[in-house]
């Protein structure tokens, strides 16, 4: 059954917990379609794991669009939700917002978009949710904010930051997100605002007491290791297995192993001869 804003909305009313990895190309939404997942994150972090760059701040919308529908072509079931990157979506600009959301979801793909923000986004969240375009929002640590958040920190630590999640959780769900995600949150305060939402909370970061849980692809499976976050676990160390298989193959290569017969196609002996 295809996953959707209505099944996520079911799963958390049944006490159903949800799952979202990220994805950015064909080949690993097809596995993730094999998969038990619900949905697929085209995260702007693809501009770290597959851009290499140093954040998510230079990522375009045309990079969200590229990547978008590669995943989009890959899966049937698994719902696809398209990060919109930084300044594609301002209060100063409404308009401009719901038409960038507009094109991740037509020529991207996507089923849905994700945005950062609390109670500065509402209005934005409003504007794209009636033009009939799913909203998952994401509160907490928000890496597009880094620079005026002073780094990649654990937010809501104390009353005044933790009642300003509150509110923009609050803020998101009257908006009209379907789901927020909680980033770097204290497992205590995540529980208490996912009890407090009808909407799933998706965490990262956040505990146990969220609706659901979002990892990076590359960081569960340890292929990228320029940083690892407290909050990641490695179910699978295939960035090891790939260095190994490449080195496997460079050494057959060198020593005259591969290609055998086996990997190899024929020429009748006569034809060859003929040729001069």
């Known amino acids: 059954m295809k996953n959707t804003a209505l099944t996520f909305k079911k799963a958390k009313e049944d006490g159903e917990k949800l799952t ?13 379609e094999k998969s038990n997942i619900n949905s697929i994150l085209v995260g702007d ?7 290499g760059l140093e954040d ?37 600009d409404i308009a401009k917002a719901v038409e960038n959301a507009g094109r991740l979801m037509s020529e991207g793909r996507a089923n849905c978009v994700k945005l950062e923000g609390g109670t500065e986004v ?12 799913p909203v998952c929002a994401h509160i907490g640590l928000t890496p597009q904010s880094i620079n005026s958040l002073g780094g990649f920190k654990v937010q809501g ?26 980033e770097c949150v204290p497992k205590g305060l995540a529980t208490k605002i996912s009890k407090m939402l009808s909407i799933p909370t998706i965490g990262i970061g956040a505990g146990y007491g969220c609706d659901g849980q979002v990892l990076v692809y ?24 790939i260095v190994e298989a490449f080195n496997q193959y460079d050494k057959e290569v060198k020593e005259g192993i591969f290609p055998t017969d086996d990997h190899s196609f024929k020429i009748k002996e006569d034809v060859l001869n003929q040729i001069i």
Not at 20 to 32: H, P, R, W
């Open 20 to 32: 979202m990895i990220t994805a950015y190309d064909y080949t690993t939404a097809k596995l993730v």
């Open 157 to 182: 630590k104390d009353i005044e930051t933790a009642k300003k999640l509150i509110a923009d959780a609050n803020a998101v769900e009257e908006a009209g997100a379907f789901a927020v995600v909680l």
């Open 122 to 133: 509402k209005e934005i969240i409003k504007a794209i949710v009636d033009a009939k375009i």
């Open 45 to 51: 972090s693809l501009g770290m794991t597959m851009l």
């Open 56 to 92: 998510t701040l230079s990522v375009t919308v045309e990079d969200m669009i590229h990547h978008s529908k590669a995943v989009a072509r890959g899966v049937k079931d698994t719902m696809v939700i398209c990060d919109m990157p930084f300044m594609s979506y301002t209060n100063t």
């Open 218 to 241: 590359q960081d569960m499976l340890g292929m990228y290791d320029d940083f690892t976050p407290k909050f990641v676990k490695h179910f699978a160390n295939i960035g090891e297995d």
